[in-house]
């Protein structure tokens, strides 16, 4: 049985759940339950949609990661080792029975491994709306990845991206840009609150930091410690700091003290507290060398830290002059300089913390991209001729189209 997380949630304020038919049936779909930033928005949508409108119901791959314990036993749907071998067919089957079953009308799939098992069951299935995400930019898919989840991304009646860059690709390889719509990463309001620092402040030190798991190279760690060394030469002060863990955190440590920043360099591992790592920093950075929209930098922003960032993908969305710098992708010494500049200049760190601050609350509060994407469900219901009830929620934020 599919599990419902409003009614997980109601349970657990001790009201009644109920089978009300009035609301929207919708079945959120997630590879795992891990830490990585899909993961982290399919939890803040799939626990924060309107109750009283929506009856969510969850699906995923993989039930793995640290966000699994927050929505009990929820179904899984496992491909297999092979995702067009016959076991992940059969998958696709029983996935299709249980939208049928529950009279599922709007089926989301959030990441490139749901978007080839849910969209072709729910269109099986024939759930009246089916939706796709491209949360990344694609270039970390193989070219064989690529060309089928832009295939089964033909069969949406809507693709949200989470910015105009992950649009534009998808644009590019022929997608119609009527089924793109453009929806933002949602900031819950706990990261806009002040919190205690992770790492205590030491008199006449600076920080510099990125929050990022060490579980793939395109993140780029390599790159930020070698900014760090830069850095170092000229502000011996500046300490550095790295929030995340995963299978090269050992190879990064080595790293650091070949270039000598031994004691420069502060290893956090895995946190979850990331408004307090955050308050721990003077400059928030992201490395990276793909992007679509960075949760860190959104959360260093509702932080109100500067963030310095390379021009790629979604972060020329989010990061201009007023908020912080861009630098041109490789230009490690231009990087460096960025990061210093803003070390060297409090008041202008100040300026352009509270510039960020307040572009994140304005364009990616919950309640703001939780309106859209509400507004969006609706918007494809009405236009499949689906009558909801007179009485649903009918969101003042429209969902934003790519056009």
């Known amino acids: 049985m599919t599990s419902s997380a409003t009614d997980s949630r109601e349970s657990a304020t001790g009201a009644e759940s109920r089978d009300d038919d009035s609301r929207i049936r919708l079945f959120l779909m997630t590879n795992s339950f891990e830490t990585g930033g899909s993961e982290r928005q399919f939890s803040v949508l799939a626990q924060n949609l309107r109750p009283e409108q929506f009856q969510v119901h969850l699906g995923c791959i993989q039930r793995i990661g640290p966000f699994a314990n927050q929505f009990g036993e929820v179904p899984e749907f496992w491909l297999g080792r092979n995702l067009y071998g016959l076991k992940s067919w059969r998958t696709r089957l029983r996935l299709s029975r249980e939208l049928r079953r529950e009279r599922i009308q709007v089926a989301h799939a959030f990441d490139f491994y749901t978007n080839l098992t849910l969209i072709p069951a729910a269109r099986f299935g024939r759930v009246p709306v089916v939706i796709g995400s491209q949360r990344q930019l ?12 832009a295939a089964v991304l033909r069969w949406c009646d809507a693709v949200i991206c989470n910015s105009r860059a992950a649009a534009d690709r ?89 270039l000598g920043l031994g004691d420069r360099v502060i290893f956090l591992g895995d ?36 963030v310095v960032a390379y021009g790629v993908g979604g972060n020329v969305e989010l990061v201009n002059e007023s908020r912080g710098e861009l630098v041109s992708a490789g230009d490690e010494a231009g990087f460096a300089a960025a990061v210093e500049r803003l070390l060297a200049a409090p008041a202008v760190r100040r300026e352009l913390g509270n510039n960020a601050r307040k572009f994140a609350e304005e364009n990616f509060s919950l309640d703001n991209v939780r309106a859209r994407y509400e507004a969006c469900y609706l918007e494809l219901l009405e236009k499949k001729g689906v009558r909801t009830s007179p009485e649903t929620w009918r969101p003042k934020t429209e969902a934003r189209r790519n056009g």
């Open 138 to 149: 694609g270039d970390l898919l193989t070219a064989r990845q690529f060309r089928a989840q």
């Open 170 to 258: 998808l644009a590019e390889e022929g997608l119609s840009r009527d089924k793109l719509v453009v929806i933002g990463n949602a900031l819950p309001a706990e990261v806009f609150t002040p919190a205690p620092a992770a790492l205590p402040r030491r008199q006449g030190k600076l920080r510099a930091g990125m929050v990022a798991r060490m579980n793939a190279r395109y993140k780029n760690h390599s790159g930020f410690l070698r900014i760090a060394k830069l850095i170092n030469q000229r502000m011996p002060e500046v300490e550095f700091v790295l929030a995340g863990d995963g299978p090269l955190r050992a190879d990064l440590e080595r790293e650091a003290e070949i």
């Open 271 to 306: 946190r979850r507290d990331i408004p307090a790592v955050m308050a721990s920093l003077d400059v928030a950075v992201l490395t990276s060398d793909s992007e679509s929209l960075s949760n860190v930098l959104l959360e260093a922003m509702a932080a109100g830290l500067p």
